[in-house]
């Protein structure tokens, strides 16, 4: 994907460059080259671990309608990058209408 990402940026302001350039080109192609090593380099130093980790949770428990969680919560989908439950505790449901879950909930 890299090799894909610097071929792209390399290869419209050397189709440019080849032909005698004047200075609109020139310029055109300077200014294409440098936002695209800047998306480059801010792509490459995005954060690729989980933005949401719950790890080693305690015990929940709910009763009489309520619900417990012991990891993450999101509901409907919500929530932007990626998430890790690991070791969570228990959760425990008791009653009509009680939930218990662990790890992650995306309902």
């Given amino acids: 994907m890299l090799v894909g990402a610097v071929a792209g940026i390399v290869s419209t ?24 090593v800047g998306a480059l380099v801010w792509a490459w130093l995005q954060p690729t671990e989980p933005r949401d980790v719950v790890m080693r949770s305690g015990r929940a428990e709910a009763s009489n309608g309520g619900k417990a969680h012991t990891g993450i919560r999101r509901p409907g989908g919500t929530g932007s990058g990626a998430a890790r439950a690991e070791q969570t505790g228990d959760a425990i449901a008791r009653g009509p209408g009680s939930s218990a879950g662990t790890g992650i909930d995306y309902t």
Avoid: E
């Fill in 13 to 36: 302001p050397v189709v440019w460059l080849l032909d005698g350039p004047d200075a609109g080109q020139l310029v055109g192609a300077s200014v294409q080259a440098a936002t695209g």
